[in-house]
């Protein structure tokens, strides 16, 4: 029987907490300020930057309550800061894809002699993709140039 009241304390308990779990998240929520719709991905880097740029003047002009004037000053700062981001994820990406082709060279050793081919034409399939995916940055000179 004392089994059964402690049982019933601990469900009493979940439940309490359950529910002030739920009141919480309902009026704990800020109504004034309801979240951004969700708006399609964007399809190219270009279209990206302005999307980063336009969704962060909403959300910074909504919470510091920005006047036009400084939206005016700020736009140009933001898009600054997308151009810089957008390059800096493009070299990310470039030497992920280096680093595919480090793997590929210490795969090998490890590879039966009739699985090299392959191996290599997927090497080669790689170096093709990053010459013409990255020629931007192949062709900057702050960006050391790998072995392809």
């Known amino acids: 029987m ?9 469900a009493v308990a979940l439940l309490v907490i359950l529910a002030s779990g739920i ?24 279209e990206a930057a302005s999307h980063w740029t336009d969704r962060a003047m909403v959300t910074l002009s909504r919470e510091l309550q920005l006047s036009t004037d400084q939206q005016q000053k700020i736009r140009p700062v933001l898009q600054e800061a997308s151009r810089k981001m957008d390059i800096d994820r493009e ?19 490890h590879l039966q002699p009739d699985q090299v081919p392959a191996l290599d034409r997927m090497s080669l ?12 940055l192949l062709k900057d000179p702050s960006t050391p140039p790998p072995d392809l």
């Not at 919480?24 to 399809?43: E, F, I």
């Open 2 to 10: 004392n089994r059964n009241l402690q049982r019933g304390k601990v």
């Open 23 to 46: 009141a919480l998240g309902w009026y704990g929520h800020d109504v004034r300020n309801p979240p951004l719709a969700p708006t399609p991905p964007p399809s190219n880097s270009a």
């Open 125 to 136: 399939r790689l170096r093709e993709d990053i010459k013409l995916r990255f020629a931007p």
């Open 91 to 109: 070299r990310a990406l470039f030497q992920l894809h280096l680093q595919v082709l480090r793997v590929h060279d210490e795969l090998r050793p």
